[in-house]
């Protein structure tokens, strides 16, 4: 079994309505700028996932200066996501976690 069939199925729009409950959170879309640029869930900003990490510290903690907020993170189909979720607790974003991929979002689509 490879790495990628023991992730856990995240649905991305209970992600979203899992969100609604949380006072301070961020919906961040780890797509490249491209990607989002094509559309992506409304609300979202862009910090691409590459870009998540200690090297780039100063540029995460300028695009997320809160590091206690509920930081929501999706990509395509959940894989980046997590791992930029991963380095985002590591850099001190306790609250970072994956919802999932934007190829299984059923709302609205803003460009």
Same mark, same amino acid.
């Given at each position: ?11 991305? *729009? ?9 006072? *301070? ?6 797509? /490249? ?16 996932? @590459?870009?998540?990490?200690?090297? *780039? ?10 590091? /206690? ?16 979720? @991963? ?25």
């Amino acid at each position: 079994m490879g790495y990628y069939e023991e992730l856990p199925e995240l649905d991305i *729009n209970e992600g979203l309505e899992d969100m609604k409950i949380y006072k *301070n959170a961020v919906l961040v879309d780890v797509r /490249t700028p491209e990607e989002y640029a094509e559309g992506h869930v409304p609300g979202a900003i862009n910090l691409e996932a @590459a870009l998540c990490g200690r090297k *780039n510290r100063a540029y995460v903690e300028s695009v997320l200066p809160d590091k /206690t907020a509920h930081v929501c993170m999706y990509c395509y189909s959940g894989a980046r996501s997590g791992m930029a979720a @991963a380095f985002l607790r590591q850099m001190g974003y306790d609250r970072a976690e994956n919802i999932g991929g934007y190829e299984g979002y059923e709302g609205p689509v803003e460009i």
